[in-house]
């Protein structure tokens, strides 16, 4: 996700972009990155437990740390004297507070959430033509220059919604959950109608055609298998799933989808993908 969100910045060539990464040889090291850079994108891993209890955000709050040492001073009382204090932007999925955490434990950078809904397999393009930007900010001012980034590649009509950090770390979430649970209600409809005879892919694409329920109801999915997999959907349902229960909100609709998906998904492809799934 950060080579596509690099390689999307860098479609207009004012935007300069510099890359740090702590598995692959990189250029710079990340205190240059942050040195060199107005706004600074953090696109690291935030796998889910392999206990399936939650989802760790251990490796983003490392990161943050490390930026906030040297962004800091950028922040609000810069901001208030000038417009160009440094913006950190966290891109990765992260649970329900995790910015608001930052934007208390180091209120000298200026934060923004801008959560990404770009697919695995198609990240540059889905990355290029995204239905819309949301960003979360710690300030209207900072929600505001994050846009005029994104201003700088995406085509004039694009939607933008600016809110909290929180809603957007939110907005994320609902969005993954309710393509993922739409998966399953598929296939249980796909085995009733061989069931009772009817041709499933006729009732598909008559019910696709509702711009309400949406597309990508083909069953079985992509990989030929059914159920949800891949480095996102299931962790992304599992770190919401593990909120909830510590939360104590009643999330058993989104429960049931997820007990029901380990039941009837034969490829669990996430246990194998050190990005989405990793040892407490
Ligand atoms: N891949 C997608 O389709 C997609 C879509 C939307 C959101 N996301 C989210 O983006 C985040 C990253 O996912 P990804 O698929 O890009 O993962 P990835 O594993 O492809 O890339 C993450 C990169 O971070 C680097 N890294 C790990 N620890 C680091 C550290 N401490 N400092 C610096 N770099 C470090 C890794 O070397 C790796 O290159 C996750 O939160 C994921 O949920 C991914």
Redesign the pocket.
Known sequence: ???ATGKGLATNKKNKIFV?????TSPLT?EEVVEKSEFIFI????PMHSDYSGMSMA??E??AG?IAKVAKGTGKQSLAKSEFGKIAIV????LPGTTAGFIKKYPKVNWAMN??????NN?NKDFLNTARTVIGASSKKVGERVKKLFETIYPKNLPYYIMDVTSAELT?YMSNNMLASKVLIADEFYFLAKKVGANYDDVRKAVEADPRIGTHLRVPGPDGDVGFG???FP??MIGILGLAKKLKVNMSALSAIWQENLKIRKNRDWEH????FRKK
């Open positions: 996700m950060g080579q740090y990464d702590k598995q692959r990340l696109c690291v891993p935030t490796i983003v490392e990161v490390q891109k990765s999925t992260v959560p990404e809904f770009l697919t695995q990240a994320k891949g480095a996102c962790k992304d993908m050190t990005s989405a």
